[in-house]
């Protein structure tokens, strides 16, 4: 069973409780103990007193009460019952209980509920004075006792006590012990708060020293004040705040040391990071330069070799209608042709690859129109996604290098959206803020979406951030599966530049 009540106290509070409570008891105990004895030994005292008054009385009353001589006894029995504060009325009665005295006392107002009664016997002895020859006789050890007549009882004594006087002088004593008893409890009660307070001025002090100590001060010397295990608790405390003050130099002095091993770390893997991102974007701008001499080797070089061929062919086509026509002459003109549609598809293959490599449109309307024509080309090509493209802002400022970063990776976005999202619906947001000078673009679809820890390693995901980071950037994949995809980019202008 869990004490509660005294969960919320103090130390000095349960010691002084545990030490008075016994104490408590023994003076409850002791007080209760005192005054039944003193109201048994003053019930003991009068029984005894009235049983022997009683007795007393109807002895020396035989002769009164035979002869008639009331007067005499009634004199005796008020005398006495007037000195005696513990009698309160003495009643003589005949043998027939009809009362022949009674007097009561003046000094005791309460009477007991019950009398001690006594009888008055009559008792006849013959005694012979003489002997047989006239001599007076003398008692021999021989001689046989006389003849006593049976007693007869002829009244009774009846003694009432009363027990204020005597409870009166049992209350003083009982005063006087109570008092004792009082000082003692007294004394005990001041021992007991000596002795709590010579534990809970020890203990508060270690409380403190321990506060102290958890506010981060270790430097704590707790003096010993006391023995026992109190002492040794102080001594441990202050062995205690020297061993967590040397283990907090010793943390201090690693955690500095890896501290500076981590800024070192960290400043190599900014280094390397920085270094890193300086390469892809070198790596970028080598590859953009590279598909545009590639571009521009086939545009004029491969074209114009396509044109050149598909002239001859029409060339060969128009000769062979000038001469005499036959099978072998039919045959040329389907060879013309087929050479002149075969020059066209190349040409056509070509411009695409062209675009693939360096979108014309790019260099020619820029950011915005790059973008505009690659949706509207896409919304063409796929009817089963509609897609949709907004803008706002002024792109013609923008820089090469930034323009087709941005354009590669709205290429990469739609790419994966057409490959793996299956949306209907797909949208391209460019803003470009003049108060941060920061392109935004967000490209959102409601396709089957993605778990972004799982599937931040894919290659196109990858690739977008890298271009993203090593323009200073930062990207952005919200997505959930079946919830569709949204991802935020913003690429800092004049770090661009």
Avoid at 70 to 91: A, C, F, M, P, Y
Avoid at 214 to 229: D, K, M
Avoid at 313 to 321: R, V
Avoid at 378 to 404: K, M, R, V
Wanted: aromatic fraction near 6%.
């Amino acid at each position: 069973m869990k004490l509660r009540f005294w969960q919320s106290w103090s130390i000095g509070t349960r010691m002084a409780f545990i030490t008075m409570l016994p104490v408590v008891f023994l003076f409850s105990s002791f007080v209760g103990y005192s005054w039944y004895s003193h109201r048994v030994q003053v019930a003991l005292e009068l029984e005894e007193r009235g049983r022997i008054l009683a007795k007393a009385l109807a002895e020396t009353s035989e002769y009164n009460v035979i002869s008639g001589n009331l007067s005499d006894l009634r004199l005796t029995i008020n005398g006495l019952v007037q000195s005696d504060k513990s009698i309160h009325r003495i009643e003589v009665v005949d043998a027939n209980q009809k009362g022949a005295i009674s007097v009561v006392s003046q000094n005791s107002a309460v009477g007991e509920d019950r009398f001690y009664e006594a009888p008055i016997k009559k008792q006849m002895i013959w005694i012979n004075l003489f002997s047989d020859n006239g001599v007076p006789h003398v008692s021999g050890s021989s001689d046989t006792k006389p003849t006593t007549v049976p007693t007869e009882v002829v009244g009774y004594v009846r003694v009432t006590m009363s027990p204020t006087n005597m409870l009166h002088k049992q209350a003083g004593r009982f005063q006087v012990e109570l008092a004792m008893a009082a000082l003692a409890l007294v004394v005990s009660g001041a021992l007991a708060y000596v002795l709590a307070r010579s534990l809970t001025i020890p203990l508060k002090s270690s409380i403190g020293a321990l506060r102290e100590i958890r506010g981060g001060n270790y430097q704590v010397a707790l003096p010993v004040t006391t023995g026992g295990e109190v002492g040794e608790l102080q001594e441990s405390i202050t062995e205690m705040s020297v061993a967590l003050g040397r283990s907090r130099q010793d943390l201090e002095n690693k955690v500095a040391e890896r501290t500076k091993d981590l800024v070192e770390s960290r400043n190599e893997a900014l280094k390397a990071d920085a270094e890193k991102r300086k390469l892809i974007q070198k790596v970028n701008s080598i590859v953009e330069d590279e598909r545009k001499s590639i571009a521009i080797e086939i545009h004029d070089e491969l074209n114009a070799s396509l044109i050149a061929a598909r002239l001859e062919s029409q060339s060969i086509l128009h000769l062979a209608g000038k001469v005499e026509q036959g099978p072998t002459i039919d045959e040329i003109k389907q060879k013309s042709q087929a050479i002149t549609k075969l020059t066209l598809d190349l040409y056509a293959s070509g411009r695409r690859l062209v675009r693939r490599l360096r979108p014309e449109v790019l260099d020619m309307l820029g950011l915005h129109g790059a973008v505009e024509e690659m949706i509207r080309h896409y919304d063409a090509s796929h009817p089963e996604c509609h897609f949709q493209f907004h803008s706002d802002g002024d792109f013609s400022g923008l820089g090469s290098e930034l323009a087709i970063s941005a354009y590669r990776i709205v290429q990469e976005a739609l790419s994966n959206v057409l490959k793996h999202a299956g949306a209907t619906h797909a949208q391209v947001a460019m803003t470009l803020s003049e108060q941060d000078d920061t392109l935004h673009i967000e490209i959102a679809d409601d396709g089957a979406g993605f778990s972004t820890a799982s599937a931040s390693s894919g290659i196109g995901i990858i690739g977008m951030r890298e271009r993203v980071y090593a323009l200073g950037g930062t990207i952005d994949f919200s997505s959930e599966p079946d919830k569709g995809t949204v991802i935020g980019i913003a690429l800092p202008i004049a770090q661009a530049a």
